[in-house]
């Protein structure tokens, strides 16, 4: 059988492709377990510099597979009802944290659609381009759900208030120019360029001081949930780390020495 996740290895980048294109990449529990285990890869590999995320065929990932028995609502009304909340924390919320956490830069190249988990799943990752055909929806709420995989904490971050409202309670379908508009994503560019701009941009992340860059996203994913002053202490407290390490040397010896840095911290 084909993989679930497909994985490529070039110049310090690791590419993951999601993998079940007849099924829009929606997920079911193979497709996390695979998943889970790449970033686990990736995440342990010190040859990887940046991870790409992408999906096969015409979509980036619909979200859940909701033929999947594990969620599908049984017909028969006196069955016990499927425990949604279980497969949350057994799957969407340990994605979440992996990619949240993942020692390096992690680049969604949003090639289709992006539905449901599959649409918070991409603005959970550090940056985010999507060829000018893909799009994002919110399908929660058409099915009597909320915004999950990060959803309800992302979406008020990135767009604000109204508009995260606006787009998880009408679940519109978003293209991808209006979600770089919104400053929901970073750059909309034509599909034919998409693979190569996130590849671009994968390999100028590679080449930074990678433990600075997973730092940087810490520090602003913890700022959300402090006043002023925890957050300069926070900042102080990463700079004392930084400051110490080879990769802040090299950058200043390099700008000194009016030469390429030559970064090798993870
Ligand atoms: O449930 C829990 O555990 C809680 C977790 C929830 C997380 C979630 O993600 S909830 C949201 C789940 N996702 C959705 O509600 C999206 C459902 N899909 C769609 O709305 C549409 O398919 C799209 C807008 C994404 C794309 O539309 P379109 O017209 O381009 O394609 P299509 O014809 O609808 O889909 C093509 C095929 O993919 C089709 O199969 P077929 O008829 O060719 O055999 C369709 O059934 C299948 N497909 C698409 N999305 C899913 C899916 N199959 C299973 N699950 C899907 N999510």
Redesign the pocket.
């Known amino acids: 059988a084909e993989p679930l996740i497909l994985t490529s290895h070039a110049g310090g980048i690791r590419t993951l492709t999601l993998n079940r294109p007849?099924?829009?990449n929606?997920f079911n529990g193979a497709m996390h377990t695979a998943l889970m285990a790449a970033l686990e890869a990736a995440a342990a590999d010190a040859e990887v510099r940046c991870v790409v995320l992408t999906g096969a065929g015409r979509?980036f990932c619909?979200?859940?597979?909701?033929?999947d028995p594990a969620?599908a609502p049984d017909p028969d009304p006196a069955a016990e009802p499927k425990d949604?909340g279980a497969?949350?924390e057994a799957h969407?919320k340990p994605l979440v944290l992996r990619v949240r956490s993942m020692p390096v830069p992690v680049v969604a190249a949003v090639n289709g659609?992006a539905?449901?988990?599959?649409a918070n799943l991409a603005l959970g990752c550090d940056i985010v381009v999507a060829g000018r055909s893909a799009s994002f929806?919110q399908?929660?709420a058409?099915?009597g759900?909320i915004p999950?995989?990060g959803g309800t904490w992302v979406l008020p971050r990135l767009a604000g208030r109204a508009r995260a409202l606006g787009l998880a309670m009408l679940g519109d379908k978003l293209p991808a120019a209006e979600a770089a508009q919104m400053g929901l994503i970073w750059q909309c560019v034509d599909d034919d360029q998409l693979a190569a701009t996130a590849h671009a941009l994968a390999g100028r992340l590679a080449a930074m001081p990678t433990r600075a860059l997973v730092a940087t996203r810490q520090a602003m994913d913890a700022a959300g949930g402090m006043d002023l002053a925890a957050a300069l202490s926070a900042e102080a407290q990463l700079m004392r780390t930084l400051g110490r390490s080879h990769d802040y040397l090299e950058g200043v010896d390099a700008f000194r020495e009016k030469r390429a840095p030559r970064f090798r911290d993870r």
Not at 115 to 118: L, R
Request: glycine residues 10%.
């Open positions: 007849a099924q829009l929606s979509a619909a979200g859940q597979d909701l033929a969620v949604l497969v949350v969407y659609v539905a449901g988990a599959g929806i399908a929660f058409k099915i759900l999950d995989t």
